[in-house]
């Protein structure tokens, strides 16, 4: 099957772990179970030099996410990482403050 976007754990593989290891650390067993496979399918393009989030998933921008979305605040030890969840699978990491992502391959 061929993708139209690169998975974030062959760009950002240091984030995958992070987040997988957060996310279980907060009992939030489905969403780190779905770290692994998500899309990179866009920077949020805000322009705002600290931040580095990304979308996972196709939304409409400026629409909420609806039902079954809520907001995973994650503790890592640098800046902030705050996650959309809609029904279990992630829409979009809030990458804020914190070092520059090493990125391995190409970015979309």
Request: charged content about 30%; overall charge negative.
């Given at each position: ?8 754990r062959d760009v950002f593989p240091d984030l ?14 489905e969403p780190a179970l779905c770290v692994w ?59 804020l403050d914190r070092p520059p992502m090493r ?6």
């Open positions: 099957m061929e993708r139209d976007h690169p998975l974030v995958v772990a992070e987040l997988t290891a957060l996310l279980e650390g907060e009992g939030e067993r496979d998500l899309c990179l399918v866009d920077e949020c393009g805000c322009g705002e030099d600290s931040c580095q989030s990304v979308r996972t998933a196709d939304h409409p921008l400026g629409q909420p996410y609806g039902p079954g979305h809520r907001c995973v605040p994650l503790l890592p030890s640098k800046g902030m990482l705050i996650l959309d969840v809609v029904d279990e699978r992630i829409m979009y990491i809030e990458i990125c391995r391959g190409a970015r979309p």
